[in-house]
């Protein structure tokens, strides 16, 4: 049975930092993509920050959060890390981290793995 498990939000002024981190198991991702969505309340899911594979390194991030934001991946404790700069209030949201598309995809309906979420309140 594959899991998703997030820790790390909180609650934090504008400017501060936090890290989340999602530990998987009962599956390996390392050739898959695997990402963070937040949604914020009365918003649709939107996607943050992806993380296309282990080989190649690459990572992609919606505009609103590069510069200020970093994907990383750790595949001998298949975990994913998205560390968080200078958070801004509109940065509220329930983070989850996804995994397993098929293809690289921003559209959080690809993703079949999912994290119960963690809360991420940025106080202005």
């Known amino acids: 049975q594959v899991q998703l498990v997030e820790s790390g939000g909180g609650s934090v002024q504008a400017g501060d930092s936090l890290r989340l981190s999602c530990a998987a198991s009962?599956?390996?991702?390392?050739?898959?993509?695997m990402a963070w969505f937040r949604q914020a309340p009365g918003k649709a899911r939107e996607f943050v920050a992806a993380?296309?594979?282990?080989?190649?390194?690459?990572?992609v991030y919606t505009n609103s959060v590069k510069g200020r934001f970093t994907i990383s991946r750790d595949n001998t404790k298949n975990t994913v890390y998205l560390q968080m700069n200078s958070l801004k209030h509109e940065d509220t949201a329930v983070y989850y981290c996804?995994?397993?598309?098929?293809?690289?995809?921003?559209?959080?309906?690809?993703?079949?793995?999912w994290g119960q979420g963690t809360q991420v309140t940025v106080s202005s």
């Open positions: 993380h296309l594979n282990w080989s190649s390194g690459s990572t």
């Open positions: 009962g599956r390996i991702f390392s050739n898959e993509p």
């Open positions: 996804a995994a397993g598309p098929t293809s690289t995809t921003y559209n959080w309906h690809d993703y079949p793995y």
